[in-house]
């Protein structure tokens, strides 16, 4: 139980790292391509806007911000841009 007590904090930072990254080339991908993308690509997509950023580029933190991604294009119009996240 203490392991995943541990991971929430950090799920929540990465999570944040990536709203905060959102804002340049990359996050001007449409959801709806972004939803048509490969998996390969989409982690493409955030990797970059990661590392545009100066943020950790770990599996962690790609995997986390993609979550967030995917989230966030699931539940908003395909004409919606990745970095939209930032501002709600």
Known sequence: ???SLRI?????IVVAAFLSACGSSGSSTTCSD???MSLSDQK???T???SQHGQSTSPLA???ALLSAKGYCFT?????????IEGG
């Open 8 to 12: 929430a904090p950090l799920g929540a």
């Open 34 to 36: 972004f939803r048509g």
């Open 76 to 84: 908003h119009s395909g004409s919606d841009t990745v970095g939209s």
């Open 44 to 46: 493409s997509v955030v």
């Open 48 to 50: 970059n806007i990661l």
């Open 1 to 3: 139980m203490q392991g």
């Open 62 to 64: 790609v995997d986390g």
